[in-house]
């Protein structure tokens, strides 16, 4: 059996574009040169907030919304790992393992980190200034200090914008 040789990767997905880019390029760089004989396997998280942490500390009303912000998670996440499925395949890339683990995506993909042994793990950059970085708090940043094993962020290129007068 190779493939329990192999070193584990595990790339965190959400609903970006970010996300879905830095799993494309991820692919694109050290899984489609290598054909079926990948460097690593690959396991995909998506973390899921929960309806909870969505809604925050909402006061009346909020028990009665639960159920249908539990309906909208769950359709995401089928949404985030059947999208993250379709890429996969599209490059040729098939033994991958996916999850989805509720929680906060910071403490979700450094616990996953140490689950599969994962000596990579890969998160896509949503760019954000200092200032929101500091109020929303940054995935990337945190699993670049707490992750216990390389952490790649990948930036999804510029584009040029075009300006019509």
């Not at 489609?32 to 809604?55: D, E, G, M, Q, R």
């Not at 200090?145 to 390389?150: I, L, V, Y």
Request: hydrophobic content about 40%.
């Amino acid at each position: 059996m190779a493939s329990t040789d192999k070193q584990v990767m595990v790339i965190g997905m959400d609903e970006s574009e970010q996300s879905t880019y830095a799993l494309e390029w991820t692919l694109d760089h050290f899984f489609t040169p290598y054909a079926s004989n990948h460097p690593f396997n690959l396991v995909i998280v998506h973390s899921k907030p929960t309806p909870a942490s969505v809604i925050g500390l909402a006061g009346l009303g909020s028990a009665e919304v639960l159920p249908f912000v539990e309906t909208d998670l769950k359709k995401i996440a089928a949404r985030v790992i059947g999208n993250a499925k379709e890429i996969c395949t599209s490059k040729s890339v098939n033994n991958v393992k996916v999850e989805v683990v509720e929680g906060d995506a910071r403490n979700v993909l450094c616990e996953a980190v140490e689950k599969h042994h994962a000596s990579v793990l890969v998160v896509g950059s949503h760019g954000y200034g200092s200032i929101k970085r500091a109020v929303l708090g940054s995935v990337s940043d945190y699993c670049a200090h707490h992750a216990n094993c390389t952490v790649t962020i990948v930036k999804t290129p510029k584009h040029e914008h075009k300006h019509t007068e």
